[in-house]
RNA sequence: GGCUCCGUAUUUCAAUGGAUAGAAUUUAAGAUUCCGAUUCUUAAGAUGUAGGUUCGAUUCCUACCGGGGCCA
């Protein structure tokens, strides 16, 4: 039983029956503290149709909720506000639904299939603390969607190709004897980013030199005799020079290695990668198909645009003079073969920082004047840039934090903590291990999905891992606790199944409204795509687990009927924030 | 310059157009026989500015101020 869907059809009901017509505007929100009741109808649009004064509309309501919805005990109304008080027989009957469904909150398969593209990440570098928000953030809203029923596609493209990789390339050639992964020990996409820094330190200092002997900026970064080495390398690539083509396979195969490593640490997975490589020429033929149809247009230079003035944007190269593509051409042919790819896919999410707007706002666009039914179907899930304490990450310049080291550092941390709490003395190492990395990754992962996507958010290392405060280590804490509990009950005997239900304690009913809320909670967090509403939620519900655990006696109660409720209760709790949890990509310790 | 996103307690984050704007954090005072006190209670403290829309605005609209991003 759903309590709030079944209230809003009560209302309906009784407002239909009251006034003769139907509600249309039922808002309904949880009571405030200081007035009794659990939830509160909002009366004052509800007064405009039934033409009386939102007070006398909501006695009304009040009054029939009470005589025939059979859940409402009584009311109070405070302005325009009806407060409803349920019945305790009714949140009996909301508890015992959830308890008995162990697949409460996950929808069954419901045939639909969507694609979530996230990470995507150039091969001259390591992933960074920005892809650590991309990557849980994508992989997040695709479990979501899973726990929703559907079918979900996680891919990814590689951007393995361009100048980028080039420029790493050549600073190995010139600098790197032959150094590898196995002969320095360093990870693979380490390796190739140290080259790509010392790349751009080299390049530095030419331009400075140049600039020094009075030539142009513009003119000495086009000069600088390695860039023209990069330039000149990407040239043979597109030419398939086979040295060059083995020198880039060589680096990539390292940087493959060294991504999956921090994949794995990073708990993501992919069904399917695409390689730019393998699909730049693609949108090609789009294009000139547009440009017959009309629906794009040719510069006497012999480039090819399309214009979106009358949308409110400008023009846009698609086909440069010489006929190259630009990434807009590539991004049209690969959202093309991905729904050749996955025919039946009705939505595909495309996980990129927000500096990307005004690109997928043009690509979607485009897709649409092509023709594509479909294009209205793509949704660019776009978040702002994380920030740290120590001050903004510069991207080259090696200022960035490393994914890799983050994440150790955070695990590392977890582990000290966890000595330092001495509760874990007969654990082996491995299980010390195991847990650290549950707390060290799960702290991070909270506090950069509990804000919303869109906003520039701040992420503090320290912070995040505190075991107090709103984090997801206070969660992981409230659900070891819990476990405690539960292993105690079961030395003492008591049975794990839900008993009658004896009258309940305020405490209660509020952490069962929350309970009864995830479900819809679920919903809301993959329509958003904003994984922080399930990350708020675990949060809200653990602090009021908590609140409850310290009013009211579990174990030193005498009424065997109430202690064996509270222990099912506890129970439900538990399973709940582990669910919640898991679709943040979060795991709870049993002990910690 | 054009477009776009964001401005909320000291700080980090919340708030489908609803009641006295919530948490966490910091500081101060207090509680505790249980399961594991890293808990709980109380207090202090905020919507950038000026207008508009309406029963009611952090939310919607306009202008300005401040910050980020994209496009030249």
């Not at 649009?45 to 939102?54: D, E, F, N, Q, Y």
């Not at 996955?342 to 707007?357: A, C, M």
């Not at 899930?381 to 550092?409: C, H, I, Q, W």
Request: charged share 25%.
């Amino acid at each position: 039983m759903n309590l709030d869907a079944t209230l809003r059809s009560e209302i309906q009901k009784a407002f239909t029956g009251l006034f003769n017509q139907p509600a249309n505007a039922i808002q309904l929100q949880p009571t405030n503290q200081e007035f009794e009741g659990s939830h509160t109808l909002v009366c004052f649009p509800l007064a405009k149709i039934s033409r009386k004064g939102p007070e006398e509309t909501a006695r009304m309501i009040g009054d029939y909720l009470v005589a025939h919805s059979g859940i409402v005990s009584r009311y109070n109304v405070v302005k325009g506000f009806l407060n409803l008080v349920i019945s305790d027989a009714a949140w009996g009957k909301v508890f015992q639904a959830i308890w008995s469904n162990p697949d409460f909150g996950v929808l069954p398969p419901n045939g639909k299939e969507i694609m979530v593209e996230y990470s995507s990440p150039n091969t001259n570098k390591p992933l960074h603390l920005g892809h650590l928000r991309n990557n849980f953030l994508g992989w997040s809203v695709a479990e979501t969607y899973k726990a929703l029923g559907y079918a979900v596609h996680k891919v990814q493209i590689i951007n393995d190709r361009g100048i980028h990789i080039c420029k790493s390339m050549v600073a190995w050639q010139l600098f790197g004897h032959g150094e590898t992964p196995e002969g320095s020990g360093l990870k693979g996409d380490t390796l190739v980013g140290k080259y790509y820094v010392e790349f751009d330190r080299v390049y530095k200092s030419q331009i400075n030199e140049l600039e020094g002997k009075g030539i142009a900026k513009e003119t000495a970064e086009k000069e600088a005799p390695i860039m023209k080495l990069a330039v000149e390398m990407l040239r043979q690539w597109e030419q398939k020079n086979p040295d060059v083509l083995q020198l880039w396979k060589q680096m990539n195969s390292w940087v493959y290695a060294g991504f999956a490593v921090t994949y794995r640490q990073m708990g993501v997975d992919f069904e399917k990668l695409y390689y730019e490589s393998e699909t730049y020429l693609l949108g090609k033929e789009e294009v000139l198909r547009g440009l017959e149809q009309g629906v794009f247009f040719k510069k006497e230079d012999g480039s090819v645009w399309v214009d979106l003035t009358a949308d409110g944007l400008d023009q846009k190269v698609l086909l440069r003079s010489d006929g190259t593509s630009v990434y807009m051409t590539q991004d049209i042919g690969t959202a093309i073969l991905r729904f050749h790819d996955f025919p039946k896919i009705s939505l595909q999410v495309y996980t990129v920082g927000n500096e990307q707007e005004y690109h997928f706002k043009v690509l979607f666009l485009i897709l649409a004047k092509l023709g594509h039914a479909w294009a209205k179907e793509c949704y660019h899930l776009s978040y702002g840039m994380v920030d740290l304490p120590t001050g903004k990450m510069k991207s080259r310049e090696g200022t960035v934090v490393d994914a890799d080291d983050l994440m150790a550092e955070m695990v590392e941390e977890a582990e000290k903590q966890a000595h330092a709490l001495g509760k874990i003395e007969d654990f082996t190492e491995h299980q010390v291990h195991d847990l650290s990395e549950m707390i060290g990754l799960g702290a991070l992962k909270y506090f950069l999905l509990k804000v919303d996507p869109r906003k520039r958010m701040m992420f503090d290392p320290g912070e995040s891992i505190q075991l107090q405060g709103h984090t997801g280590p206070f969660i992981q804490y409230t659900h070891a606790r819990i476990r405690a509990i539960l292993r105690k009950a079961k030395e003492l005997g008591i049975p794990p199944d839900a008993p009658p239900l004896p009258p309940l304690e305020p405490t209660e009913r509020e952490v069962i409204r929350l309970l009864n809320l995830y479900p819809g909670k679920v919903e809301e967090a993959a329509r958003e795509y904003a994984p922080s509403a399930v990350a708020n939620y675990a949060y809200d519900l653990a602090r009021e687990y908590n609140q409850f655990y310290q009013s009211i006696p579990i174990f030193n109660e005498t009424d065997l009927a109430r202690r064996q409720f509270r222990i099912a209760f506890s129970y439900v709790v538990a399973e709940t924030l582990k669910k919640a949890m898991g679709l943040l990509g979060i795991r709870v310790p049993d002990r910690m």
